[in-house]
């Protein structure tokens, strides 16, 4: 979002844009609620200007309302884009969208009313030049919000594939999907830290995944890089003078709690935050170092420790996509790392890209027999 001398800052917007209202004469309604009927995929179909194969997920912070929406383009193939939400159309100017390189993804405009009298119905200008179709769902709703609250009380429409498919396979199947592709994404780290070591060799590859590591699981903790320099010696420090061979001796008990409690000898990270150095620093080395030397025994213990690693804490980015697969009320812990990092395998590999219908998780069924509800 713009952020000139009387703008208001990204988040203050954001906020202002999720608590923007519109009195209809009749009542009134949020922003907010028209952003969830698009993502419960129950924006009627006659309102988007080619099939929805995948509503997006929530755009989180300053950008646009819906990321990562997925439609089926008149040539068949998968567009994928953001989509912007207001319920009136001029908002796109005055909000200072129209000169924010951040709207360039944007795909779609979606409005509760297109107010902008002889330009109604034309397309949006965005920063960069693009054009992009603005479409209005109050005629599609009698410009009533009282069908639009009924429809987001139904929930999700379940257009997507991996919804279908997992209607149609049975629980156990789709978790052994996702955890499938959770192993996918534990070669690709092995194969990315055999290549580091063959440019850092061995301390050096430790060093620098390690690091990594601890950037990537500070959250929202304010860390300084001395700080996080001193952590990253302490957990080297509390391995001893034989890096290698230590965490080989771990990995061999085949127990994540014996390499996890290994890895803060120093006293220090803490639990949740050693698990994380565990699986993205350690057990890529080990596997790494398991084939470069042709250790069948250390192979099959980092194999092991991979399928019983426990999970991190949830990746808020695959919540829709957990949602679309297991439902509202499954937990999303508890079913340990590969499941975990199997959702963000599939969302990067496939969500992000337009995989709709070709992904894993995709139903059997060819694609135009997926209806959507309306
Ligand atoms: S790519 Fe696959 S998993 Fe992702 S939303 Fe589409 S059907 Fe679902």
């Known amino acids: 979002m713009t952020s000139g001398?009387?703008?208001?800052?990204?988040?203050?917007?954001?906020?202002?844009?999720?608590?923007?209202?519109?009195?209809?004469?009749?009542?009134?309604?949020?922003?907010?609620?028209?952003?969830?009927l698009w993502l419960l995929g129950r924006v009627p179909e006659s309102v988007a200007p080619w099939p929805l194969l995948r509503a997006g997920r929530a755009g989180r912070g300053a950008g646009p309302d819906v990321r990562e929406a997925v439609f089926r383009d008149p040539s068949g193939v998968p567009l994928t884009g953001d989509v912007e939400v207001h319920l009136r159309a001029s908002d796109y100017v005055r909000h200072g969208h129209a000169s924010d390189p951040a709207y360039d993804g944007v795909v779609l405009h979606l409005v509760w009313e297109d107010d902008r009298g002889t330009l109604a119905g034309t397309p949006t200008r965005l920063a960069g030049g693009g054009l992009v179709p603005t479409v209005a769902v109050a005629p599609a709703l009698g410009g009533d919000p009282g069908r639009l609250r009924r429809l987001v009380r139904r929930g999700p429409s379940g257009t997507e594939p991996c919804g279908a498919g997992a209607a149609e396979r049975d629980h156990d199947t789709t978790l052994e999907i996702v955890r499938a592709e959770g192993r996918r994404r534990a070669a690709e780290r092995a194969w990315r830290a055999a290549r580091?070591?063959?440019?850092?060799?061995?301390?050096?590859?430790?060093?620098?995944?390690?690091?990594?590591?601890?950037?990537?699981?500070?959250?929202?903790?304010?860390?300084?890089?001395?700080?996080?320099?001193?952590?990253?010696?302490?957990?080297?420090?509390?391995?001893?003078?034989?890096?290698?061979?230590?965490?080989?001796?771990?990995?061999?008990?085949?127990?994540?709690?014996?390499?996890?409690?290994?890895?803060?000898?120093?006293?220090?990270?803490?639990?949740?935050?050693?698990?994380?150095?565990?699986?993205?620093?350690?057990?890529?080395?080990?596997?790494?170092?398991?084939?470069?030397?042709?250790?069948?025994?250390?192979?099959r213990a980092v194999a092991i420790l991979i399928d019983r690693w426990p999970a991190p804490r949830p990746y808020g980015r695959t919540e829709a996509l957990q949602r679309l697969i297991v439902g509202d009320d499954e937990p999303r812990t508890g079913r340990g790392a590969l499941y975990a990092q199997g959702l963000l395998h599939v969302q990067d590999l496939w969500c992000e890209r337009g995989g709709c219908g070709v992904c894993p998780l995709s139903a059997e069924a060819d694609l135009a027999g997926v209806g959507r509800p309306g």
């Open 196 to 299: 580091l070591v063959e440019l850092r060799g061995w301390d050096g590859a430790w060093a620098e995944l390690l690091v990594r590591s601890l950037r990537s699981s500070a959250g929202r903790r304010t860390e300084s890089q001395t700080e996080r320099d001193g952590l990253a010696t302490a957990v080297t420090g509390g391995l001893g003078d034989r890096l290698a061979t230590e965490l080989r001796q771990l990995a061999l008990e085949q127990q994540p709690g014996v390499l996890i409690d290994g890895l803060r000898r120093s006293g220090q990270p803490g639990r949740a935050r050693a698990t994380e150095i565990g699986w993205n620093a350690a057990l890529p080395l080990l596997a790494a170092g398991a084939a470069a030397y042709g250790d069948t025994e250390l192979a």
């Open 5 to 36: 001398g009387t703008s208001p800052a990204p988040a203050r917007r954001r906020l202002c844009e999720d608590q923007a209202s519109y009195d209809t004469g009749q009542s009134t309604f949020a922003e907010a609620e028209l952003v969830a």
